[in-house]
């Protein structure tokens, strides 16, 4: 089959299964950027890791809201923390949203933890899922108490610190893509990267309970929606 070009990919000199196979690997596997040029060379395909990270800041984000879309409604319990990252020598806070299923609703990355920056991170979801949920859970930071009041007063709200493992948890990847990437260096870098990271995340995903064969057919799906949001016929 020869190596397919959309419209999207017409000034790059590589083909669309190519460029797309790149930034697959970059956003679902903790990899740097360096790595994603050996792996590509290791199939003798000879592309630069800056040309990686041009491809992964042209597209990721792109791809990530495509992804978005095609993914099921999230569920109707809402599971939010933030932890503590540090950017240029600074501390800031990674704040995070799933749902009841695991998966990974937003993310904003803010310099704060205080009432302000928890109201931001709400109206995000509000306008990005459209609807609010039955249930928020959060541990004891009294931010969330005060953000919830004015922004989702009618929501149940549940705070404490046992019941929010699954926010605490989707953390995991985050910490493992800071050590490969050696830090984040800037907020901007941070927030764009992990709302590309997550959403791949999201369509690769693998529930704890799945049995072998239905998770083959899942992950089948999900190539099929990977290939369709870039535009690739193929696997490279």
């Known amino acids: ?5 959309a419209a999207r990919y017409a000034r790059h000199r590589f083909p669309t299964e190519v460029v797309s196979y790149a930034i697959w690997l970059y956003f679902r596997f903790p990899l740097s950027q360096r790595m994603v040029e050996e792996t590509l060379a290791a199939r003798g395909i000879q592309v630069s890791y ?10 990721g984000q792109d791809f990530a809201n495509k992804i978005r879309r095609r993914l099921p409604a999230a569920g109707d319990k809402w599971h939010l923390d933030e932890v503590a990252i540090s950017i240029a020598g600074r501390r800031h806070w990674l704040w995070r949203a799933v749902d009841q299923h695991g998966i990974v609703l937003d ?3 803010q310099s704060h933890r205080y009432a302000k920056a928890a109201k931001r991170l709400l109206r995000k979801l509000l306008k990005k899922q459209g609807i609010a949920p039955r249930v928020m859970i959060t541990d004891k930071l ?6 919830k009041r004015v922004v989702m007063p009618g929501v149940e709200h549940r705070q404490h610190k046992g019941l929010n493992n699954r ?3 989707s953390h995991q990847p985050t910490r493992r893509r800071e050590r490969i990437m050696t830090r984040f260096r800037s907020a901007r870098q941070a927030q764009r990267f992990l709302s590309a990271h997550d959403q791949v995340a999201n369509l690769f995903r693998r529930p704890a309970s799945i049995t072998a064969a239905a998770h083959r057919i899942s992950r089948a799906q999900a190539f099929q929606i990977w290939n369709e949001v870039a535009e690739a016929v193929a696997d490279c």
């Open 167 to 169: 926010a605490e948890n």
């Open 142 to 147: 009294a931010s969330y108490t005060a953000a």
């Open 50 to 59: 800056e040309t990686v990270r041009q491809w992964a800041l042209k597209f």
């Open 1 to 5: 089959m020869e190596p397919t070009r």
């Open 107 to 109: 993310i904003l990355v």
